[in-house]
């Protein structure tokens, strides 16, 4: 029994990490792929000045032409006078001048055309190499998650109940039952984030989810602050650089609250010492104390 919960329990972290490593994976080919679209709208920009500037070359060609402007001697011959003949070049040298112009432009806009595609390719082939990387890596981490979860079901209730207990701690049922919404303490913000994470209490705990119905541990952070419009990547460890970190003995409701290093966890302060987490495959989004896994935890950031 006592070995069968020593290795649940190094799962647990284990599969924590993975979970978060993967999150932060999908959070990476997303920024990848967004800015592939970027890169591609940018080509299609360059495109379409070239082709512009092309149009507008060809129709001033076409017109110097039918004018019979494409040289001096032209001039010459159709000038009747000398001061003809010197308006006549200078209009000749105008033009010239413009037509230059006019064709460095459409050089210029037909290079940078041509780099703005070959960067949106690069980038959408690099995207979509990570892309398909990542189906493996979740495949991968699902295996773990398994592993896990078939363990956890060769315990009998109580055994599962008794390792729960100890690596995530309901709060007490009576620190529970005062839990009041509306939170006090904090700011607007930092209170209307953690009655999110409260009213999602009871929720399954599901690998890479963000809601409404299932949430992982940075899916279910992520989520809360949504609701006041402050954005957040779905990964703990990319969380953990959001906001002024501060120290336990100040946190207030909405704070977030990051465990195991490398960071594999995250949970949302809502006062008297407890915290709403999305804890483990095989339990619900619950409350739970947060002195009873002190020893985990290594920071704890406030957003604006």
């Not at 010239?96 to 055309?113: D, E």
């Not at 070959?118 to 990387?133: I, V």
């Not at 991968?140 to 055994?159: E, R, S």
């Not at 949504?226 to 990547?233: I, Q, S």
Request: charged residues 15%; proline residues 4%; positive net charge.
């Amino acid at each position: 029994m006592a070995s069968v919960q020593q290795q649940l329990s190094t799962l647990a972290v284990q599969n924590s990490q993975l979970v978060e490593t993967f999150n932060q994976a999908q959070a990476d080919v997303e920024a990848k792929l967004h800015k592939a679209d970027h890169a591609r709208l940018a080509a299609n920009q360059a495109q379409a000045t070239y082709r512009t500037a092309r149009v507008q070359l060809t129709q001033t060609v076409a017109a110097q032409y039918e004018g019979g402007s494409f040289s001096a001697t032209g001039a010459l011959l159709s000038s009747n006078n000398g001061q003809s003949y010197l308006d006549q070049l200078n209009t000749l040298s105008v033009m010239s001048s413009h037509t230059a112009q006019m064709i460095a432009r459409a050089t210029a806009a037909k290079r940078s055309s041509s780099e703005a595609d070959h960067q949106a390719k690069t980038l959408l082939a690099s995207a979509t190499a990570k892309r398909d990387a990542l189906g493996k890596k979740k495949d991968a981490v699902q295996q773990q998650i398994d592993k896990y979860t078939t363990l956890l079901a060769t315990l009998n209730a109580a055994q599962r109940a008794a390792f729960l207990r100890t690596i995530s701690p309901p709060a007490p049922a009576a620190a529970v039952a005062k839990v009041n919404v509306p939170v006090h303490g904090g700011t607007a913000q930092g209170r209307k984030a953690a009655e999110f994470a409260i009213a999602q209490v009871g929720k399954p705990y599901v690998f890479a989810a963000a809601g409404p119905d299932q949430y992982d541990c940075s899916g279910l952070t992520m989520a809360a602050w949504a609701t006041v419009g402050v954005a957040l990547p779905h990964s703990a460890e990319q969380q953990y650089g959001y906001g002024t970190h501060v120290a336990l003995s100040q946190l207030l409701p909405g704070d977030l609250v990051f465990l195991y290093s490398p960071i594999g966890h995250v949970e949302i302060y809502i006062g008297n010492g407890m915290v709403v987490s999305a804890p483990q495959p095989g339990e619900s989004v619950k409350i739970v104390a947060l002195n009873g896994h002190l020893g985990d935890i290594v920071g704890a950031t406030r957003l604006p």
